[in-house]
């Protein structure tokens, strides 16, 4: 099964992009299943190495790179 994820929010805004790549990240953890991730607009901001994250918020860039071993990142 394949699934796409269009993520156009940047990292630290609101919640979209952290939920889109936590959802991503439990799904490229599964057998027979391929995760492609698209990065437009903001959300090629959670492509940036060496981010400043603000406190209480989860490293998107961190995440990103579980995803990039086990699927696709497009931007």
Known sequence: ??????IN???Y?????YNALRLAMNLAKREGIHVRLF??????QCAVA???TPQ???????MLQSIV????VAT
């Open 56 to 62: 209480g918020y989860y490293n998107v860039a961190l």
């Open 9 to 11: 929010n940047g990292p």
């Open 50 to 52: 060496c981010q400043d």
């Open 69 to 72: 071993r086990r699927g696709e």
């Open 1 to 6: 099964m394949n699934y796409l994820f269009i």
């Open 39 to 44: 990065l437009m607009g903001d959300g090629v």
């Open 13 to 17: 805004g609101d919640e979209r992009p």
